[in-house]
């Protein structure tokens, strides 16, 4: 995955693959919450997108929308009493099994990391398991 050391505008391909990674993930949070149908729906949505790019960037507002994305997932986080910290460990941990017998990604032709044959998924039920301490909503 390239770092920036500096706010920039993001390569076109690579942030369609980004932005297409976001709706994904909103995809299946939709998907949870309101059924299969609803997720379906957003998808359809989400599909056409690109076509729709303009080709300009605003790496001022878009630093903003994802801070703004990230404050508005912990809240709803903390509402359904889940600890975010906790969730993201056991999905870093499933994310670094995807790595090749080198210890490398294998990346898809569009850049996204590709599953391992090391390959575990997060167990996300374990995170789950312990209480959320409100009294801390940094709980880890």
């Known amino acids: 995955m390239p770092i920036s050391?500096?706010?920039?505008?993001?390569?076109?391909e690579r942030v369609?693959?980004?932005l297409g990674l976001i709706l994904e993930e909103v995809g299946e949070l939709v998907g949870a919450v309101y059924g299969t149908?609803?997720?379906?729906?957003?998808?359809?949505?989400?599909s056409r997108l690109r076509e729709y790019d303009e080709g300009?960037?605003?790496v001022v507002e878009a630093a903003d929308a994802l801070a703004?994305?990230?404050y508005v997932?912990?809240?709803?986080?903390?509402?359904?009493?889940?600890?975010l910290p906790r969730v993201l460990a056991e999905v870093q941990a499933s994310n670094m099994s995807k790595l090749d017998e080198n210890g490398r990604p294998i990346y898809r032709e569009d850049g996204k990391v590709l599953?391992?044959?090391?390959?575990?998924?997060?167990?996300?039920?374990?995170?789950l398991e312990q209480p959320l301490d409100a009294s801390a909503p940094t709980d880890a």
């Open 5 to 12: 050391t500096a706010p920039a505008s993001v390569d076109y």
């Open 16 to 18: 369609h693959m980004r």
């Open 37 to 46: 149908r609803a997720a379906a729906a957003l998808d359809e949505v989400a």
């Open 56 to 58: 300009e960037r605003d």
């Open 68 to 70: 703004d994305l990230t």
């Open 73 to 83: 997932v912990y809240g709803m986080a903390l509402e359904s009493g889940i600890s």
């Open 115 to 127: 599953k391992g044959p090391g390959f575990f998924p997060p167990n996300v039920a374990r995170a």
